[in-house]
């Protein structure tokens, strides 16, 4: 990677939480402790304010809360809350990595703002393809242990 990433910022929903099965990925838990020993972890999601602790509450059910220096649920400003997270961070959009599998979301806002882009292509959004819009990501994944080999 030809710049020094800071951190990494998730999208939630389908990304680090498997909303089919309701419950976090296999893997989820077993990445973010990995990662979370190089970079600051951040999540940004869109989630009505009815569900905020629920979420809230399987991050902490599973250990894992506090291996994030920014977590944002926001009810329907997502550009917003990415860039209250980097100010969070104390980070610009080119220090930051962004994984979500919304290419007109989190994949269209890393582009637009410098930050390297991973689309999980995964479940429901995953033939969501990109477009002038949007831009390509830097990256796919189908499982986030190829994060792994990534960063």
Sequence with gaps: MPRQHKAIIFDWGRTLYDRDKETLFSDTKAVLDHLSSRYKLAIVSL??????AARMGVLRSHSIEQLFSSIRFTANDKD???RATLNDLDLRGDEVVIVDDRVCRGIKWGNENGA???WFQNGKFSNELPDDHTGSPMHVIHSLTELLHLL
């Design 47 to 52: 989630a009505p304010d009815q569900e905020v």
């Design 80 to 82: 917003a809350s990415y």
């Design 116 to 118: 390297q882009t991973i």
